[in-house]
Structures are given as structure tokens and as C-alpha cells.
């Protein structure tokens, strides 16, 4: 069974860059998935961040396309997230999780996330 | 932009009963791209519901979604000691390609 795990440095500092990857066990980064980032911070609601396909298309948050870079890396079923110029805002819990295909088809996906990480913690210190 | 909003924002209930949650668009969801989430403290979200009333794998039937358009309804039946938790409605819209969640519903313990 498909899961996936998060993993980062934890502590950022105002003004930098956060960096996330997250891996996928029991199954292909290059499968017919998108793969999306969620963030939540602490004691509050979600936020979707962006989402990335196997084949490289990306399309992100409005509110946070300025400072989102999605990116995979195929051979180690891996996907990773980068957040510039973060603020005290950015503390939260990152998650990231699986969009699958509706049923049997190529084209339409279900337009939820069936399959989510545990979440990794990044708290942006001054 | 969609905005979605859920009530009744904390719902307490004793287990057995029925729970009722309301999550309200601002516009048409597309497609009926509605889904429920559950999430309890210091796990991720689960999905439970999605399209408005497909239920995921593995959820148990009490569980049930309904509504079109501006307006959906999550439904608990008989309330298991397991089901008090942060309720999350999600949609999906486009252009662009938008993902968006409601504040949540809390049911907790009466």
C-alpha cells in the first residue's frame, strides 16, 4: 500500500527559504497521480499550496505562487517543495498527499487526496 | 474564489446519536468536486467522502454525504466513540486549478 512520508529541517529563519521532500513507498512517483502540498498551521485549518504531475506540470496557490517551486525527482520517487521569503505565517504542518484518477480513466481525477503523509513541523524563527 | 463555510462550528453529541454537518459554498462547486475529511489530534486528514456523496475506501456507511450545487450535508449515523473529530468540507474549482477547505466542524462528547 502507497504511503508517503514528509521530511525537513524543522526551523527556518524569517526571510529564507523552507525546503521539503517528500517520498513515496509502496508505489511510482510516475504513476498517474498529482501530488499535492497542504500546509496547516498549528491549531488551525488547511491550506492547499500547489500540486505537481509526474510530467512536470505544476499549478499552484494563487495566493503563494510568488514563492512556490514544486519539483520531483523520478528515480528516487520523490517530490519536493520550496517556500521563499517565509514569515511567521508559514509555521505550520506540511503535508503532502495523493490526487488519484477517477475510476479506470486517464484524464479525470477524483479531486480530493486519498492517501496523505504524517506531516512534518516547520516553525519560522526571527 | 470559492470560499467555503461549515456549521455549526463545534457540534456535541452523545455517542449513538446522529451528527449533522452543513458545509456552504459561496458559489456553485463545479462538478460537485465536494469532499469531506476527517482529522483527528496529531494525524492527517482522512478522506471520507468525495464527488458529494461517494464514500472512500474502507469508510463505514454511517457515513454519508449528500447536496449539490452551493449546499452539502455530512451525515454521521449512530455516532461511534471513534467518529468525535475535526470535520473538513474541501472543493475544487477552476481557472485556475484551485483547491480550497472549510474552517471545519468539531464534534466532541456530550
Known amino acids: 500500500q502507497m504511503q508517503l512520508q514528509e521530511s525537513g529541517p524543522g526551523l527556518v529563519k524569517a526571510s529564507g527559504t523552507l525546503s521539503l521532500t517528500c517520498v513515496v513507498f509502496?508505489?511510482?512517483?510516475?504513476?498517474?497521480?498529482?501530488w499535492s502540498w497542504v500546509r496547516q498551521p498549528p491549531g488551525k485549518g488547511l491550506e492547499w499550496i500547489g500540486e505537481?504531475?509526474?510530467?512536470?506540470?505544476?499549478n499552484y496557490n494563487p495566493s503563494l505562487k510568488s514563492r512556490v517551486t514544486m519539483s520531483l525527482d523520478k528515480s528516487k520517487d520523490r517530490l519536493s517543495l520550496k517556500l521563499s521569503s517565509v514569515t511567521a505565517a508559514d509555521t505550520a504542518v506540511y503535508y503532502c498527499?495523493?490526487?488519484?484518477?477517477?475510476?479506470?480513466?486517464?484524464?479525470?481525477?477524483?479531486?480530493?487526496?486519498?492517501?496523505w503523509g504524517q506531516g512534518t513541523m516547520a516553525t519560522v524563527s526571527s | 474564489e470559492i470560499v467555503l463555510t461549515q456549521s455549526p462550528g463545534t457540534l456535541s453529541l452523545s455517542p449513538g446519536e446522529r451528527a449533522t454537518l452543513s458545509c456552504r459554498a459561496s458559489?456553485?462547486?463545479?462538478?460537485?468536486?465536494l469532499a469531506w475529511y476527517q482529522q483527528k489530534p496529531g494525524q492527517a486528514p482522512r478522506l471520507l467522502i468525495y464527488?458529494?456523496?461517494i464514500r472512500a475506501t474502507g469508510v463505514p456507511d454511517r457515513f454519508s454525504g449528500a447536496g449539490s450545487g452551493t449546499d452539502f450535508t455530512l451525515t454521521i449515523n449512530r455516532l461511534e466513540p471513534e467518529d468525535f473529530a475535526v470535520y473538513f468540507c474541501?472543493?475544487?474549482?477552476?481557472?485556475?486549478?484551485?483547491?480550497?477547505f472549510g474552517p471545519g466542524t468539531t464534534v466532541d462528547i456530550k
Open positions: 474541501q472543493q475544487y474549482g477552476s481557472p485556475p486549478p484551485i483547491f480550497t
Open positions: 458559489q456553485s462547486v463545479t462538478s460537485n468536486y
Open positions: 464527488g458529494a456523496s
Open positions: 509502496g508505489g511510482s512517483i510516475s504513476s498517474n497521480n498529482w
Open positions: 505537481i504531475y509526474h510530467s512536470g506540470s505544476t
Open positions: 498527499a495523493r490526487e488519484p484518477p477517477r475510476g479506470n480513466s486517464n484524464s479525470e481525477y477524483l479531486k480530493a487526496f486519498d492517501i
